[in-house]
């Protein structure tokens, strides 16, 4: 096993929400046409929580990441909630499901793991798999997020706007750049993540 599947799989053990992302929950009921149907990919699934909110509101939905631990503990969560989710072990760069389209597709925590070409290889390839008019959401951390400054034993890498905004030109039928900021504790802690939503 590589370093990087080994540290991943240790950050699979240790964390991971237990509920779904409040970007991923505002974006499907705010953006996304009903009633809910089609497939849906989870790039990046961490335990399937996210997934397996898609699927629960009516999606086929498919999700992978490249640490084995976190797609087992994936497939577990979707058995415990009796959902339907087919889930994989890959990297970013290579999307799996071969011959299947997507309607949606969520991207949450994972662009600040990986190398920027990583992130660029992912939607090059992922521009070839989405139907007409599908939707994407995409979150991820800002360079003076506290993850990517206080400690960063993941190491993080956050964007700057710039990054961002090369990394998704010329892609996409509509990419819009939007920004949360949360801070905690009076301020000391800044939770800063990019949410750019994609049409295909
Ligand atoms: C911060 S977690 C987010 C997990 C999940 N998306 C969530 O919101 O709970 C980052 C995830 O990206 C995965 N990851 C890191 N590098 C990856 C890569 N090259 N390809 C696929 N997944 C990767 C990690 O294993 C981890 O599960």
Not at 109 to 116: H, P
Request: proline share 2%; glycine share 8%; with cysteine.
């Amino acid at each position: 096993m590589s370093d990087v599947v080994a540290s991943w799989d240790r950050w699979n053990v240790t964390y991971g929400d237990k509920w779904p992302a409040e970007a991923v929950i505002s974006y499907v009921y705010r953006d996304c046409p009903r009633p809910f149907s089609g497939n849906a990919l989870d790039i990046g699934c961490g335990n399937g929580v996210n997934s397996c909110f898609l699927a629960s509101e009516g999606y086929a939905v498919y999700g992978f990441d490249i640490s084995p631990y976190g797609v087992t503990k994936a497939t577990d969560y979707a058995a415990s909630r009796n959902v339907n989710v087919e889930f994989a072990c890959a990297s970013i760069d290579c999307l799996p499901f071969k011959g299947i389209q997507f309607d949606v597709v969520i991207c949450v925590g994972v662009f600040d793991c990986v190398r920027r070409e990583m992130a660029a290889a992912s939607l090059a390839n992922l521009e070839k798999r989405l139907n007409v008019g599908a939707k994407g959401l995409f979150v991820f951390a800002a360079n003076d997020d506290f993850r990517t400054v206080i400690d960063n034993e993941w190491q993080l890498d956050g964007f700057v706007r710039d990054e961002v905004e090369a990394l998704f030109s010329n892609r996409f039928r509509s990419v819009y750049i939007d920004e949360l900021v949360q801070t905690r504790q009076g301020g000391a802690v800044k939770r800063h993540d990019w949410v750019v939503t994609i049409e295909g």
